[in-house]
């Protein structure tokens, strides 16, 4: 890595560690749960690195074996993560609105 | 030279960035957080295409598999897993996500270990690392949430100088390998050492401290993924990655305060098992046992009630029957509410999501700083299956062992409800006064069967 990129990459990790603490102190106690799965499905961005570790070429087969089990545990956070967030989302409800998607 | 192709590709990436900033923000409020989350879905979804699109794949079939596996066991657990084995599985989803780090930083050091510069090097060890011991860690704690390991902390004689020294050789290892790239040995052996190390780190941990491991293992998590973000050079993977370590750690923070200790405390100090002697001095006075009946005409006849929830209400998978009761009695223009203390339940905001399943609208959810003062104005206060959080020794004691955590003052009220299974201590062990209070009387039995009779017995009066 160049010290060019080396210090991009620096600039961008601090500034989402600043947007990150603004943004996140904001959530309410309430959606915490839903909070910490949707961060964790979100950091299964880190596909994207597995992806070209499993089919990129000239790449030994050991790589692609664990890249194809990145991939599987990325997919799962990825999956698992987004789906339950929203079944969790979706039981909030304000008062008096009786929650019928919720019901059945 | 960029192609064409590869412009599109990072293209995809900032918009995935841009998305993620602004679904978390969306999180604020639950009215907007849920079209928060199609805003990252579709993010992802743009990255995932963006890279297949602008990297060379030439072989599809390991991601494509992948991808299906994958696909299909993360749908099967987002449609199969109930609300209260919610911290299970998040604790599983930190396991796999620090994997998928872990790997990733093991396939670039096979396939470009010796080309890489010092500071890629040295991104890539952290990577390694964390994720390693991340990993192991949150197995232990989901077997723990699970009850496959012992909830109450494993500790033995010289635990912390183990542990020590088990640190110390793991980053021995990363500096000799980040020196000496042509180690191998010393980079395999700083990850068995982090294996190693993220199961020692958990097991003296008791589940009472769940919450504070859990925001803990989920910043390494996501710091895990950021340094991937460094060692490839990738910046969505930064910023993806640090945020869920930032929220992580915010969390942590959050969750450490609530209980009134140091994040170093919680993970050296093995709760819950030095404190039998400790508190047996202050014992004394007999528990008031309550009839079902007696208790359903305080309810019915009460202004306004208090619910309390704690990790009992999960393990009795009583929300519903909560629910039900407080519907009963609000027919007969009680006003209830809701108290939920930070760090009761198992991970942060699980009493929240237990309750909003059951349907409980979440304005009638109180957080601890607001609900304090109503207190002294409340008729009765149902504790359901809590026990710390309401103890009235951390404040009153200052010789207690969570003096200074932050309670739920249910003591003030004008008489308490206490449902709890049986006499023993809760979980933490320690004794608690508010039992003995005059003002306190105890509904022994199942929460469920309780909450479910207590209404049957609430129509009836």
Known sequence: MNPVVLIASVYVFALAAFLGYQVISRVPPLLHTPLMSATNAISGISLIGSLVLAGSANYPLGAHILGFVAVTTATINVVGGFGITDRMLKMFRKRGTEAKEVAK | ?461
């Open chain 2, 1 to 461: 030279m960029m192609t064409l192709t590869s412009y599109f590709m990072e293209a995809t990436y900032l918009v995935a960035s841009i998305l993620f900033i602004l679904s978390l923000k969306m999180m604020s409020h639950p009215e907007t957080a849920r079209r928060g989350m199609f805003l990252a879905e579709g993010g992802m979804f743009a990255a995932i295409v963006g890279t297949l699109i602008g990297t060379h794949i030439i072989s599809w079939v390991w991601i494509i598999g992948g991808l299906a596996l994958g696909s299909i066991i993360g749908g099967w657990m987002a449609i199969s897993v109930p609300m209260t084995a919610m911290p299970q599985r998040t604790a599983l989803s930190h396991a796999f996500g620090a994997l998928a780090a872990a790997l990733v930083g093991i396939g670039e050091f096979i396939v470009k270990g010796n080309e890489m510069g010092v500071v890629t090097r040295g991104a890539l060890g952290f990577e390694v690392m964390l994720g390693a011991l991340t990993t192991t860690g949150s197995l232990i704690a989901a077997g723990k949430l699970q009850d496959i390991i012992a909830g109450k902390p494993i500790q033995f004689r010289g635990q912390n100088y183990l542990n020590l020294l088990i640190a110390l050789a793991m980053v021995s290892c990363f500096v000799a390998f980040w020196i000496h790239p042509e180690m191998v040995v010393a980079f395999y052996a700083m990850l068995t050492l982090a294996f190693i190390f993220g199961v020692l780190l958990v097991i003296p941990i008791g589940s009472a401290d769940m919450p504070v491991v859990m925001s803990l293992l989920n910043s390494y998590a996501g710091l895990a993924a950021a340094a991937t973000g460094f060692v490839l050079g990738n910046n969505v993977l930064i910023i993806a990655g640090t945020l869920d370590g930032f929220s992580g750690f915010i969390l942590s923070v959050l969750m450490c305060k609530a209980m009134n200790r140091s994040i170093t405390n919680v993970l050296f100090g093995g709760f819950g098992s030095v404190i039998a002697e400790a508190s047996s001095a202050n014992a004394g006075g007999v528990m008031r046992e309550i009839s079902l009946d007696d208790a359903a005409m305080q309810l019915a006849f009460a202004n306004r009630v208090i619910f309390v929830p704690g990790y009992g209400l999960a393990t009795a998978q009583a929300q519903h029957a909560c629910r039900e009761l407080a519907e009963l009695l609000e027919g007969r223009g009680v006003t209830v509410k809701y108290a939920i203390h930070p760090v009761a339940g198992r991970m942060p905001g699980h009493m929240n999501v237990l309750l909003a399943e059951a349907n409980v609208p979440y304005a009638a959810l109180y957080e601890m700083e607001q609900i304090n003062p109503e207190f002294p104005s409340t008729d009765v206060a149902v504790v359901i299956g809590a026990n710390d959080v309401v103890n009235p020794d951390a404040r009153d004691n200052p010789n207690s062992l969570i003096a200074g955590m932050p309670i739920l003052e249910v003591d003030r009220a004008r008489s308490v409800i206490v449902l709890k299974r049986g006499q023993g201590r809760g979980f933490s062990g320690l004794e608690n006064p508010l039992f003995f209070k005059a003002c306190t009387n105890m509904l022994y039995g199942d929460a469920k069967a309780s909450l479910s009779q207590l209404a049957q017995a609430v129509q009836h009066v």
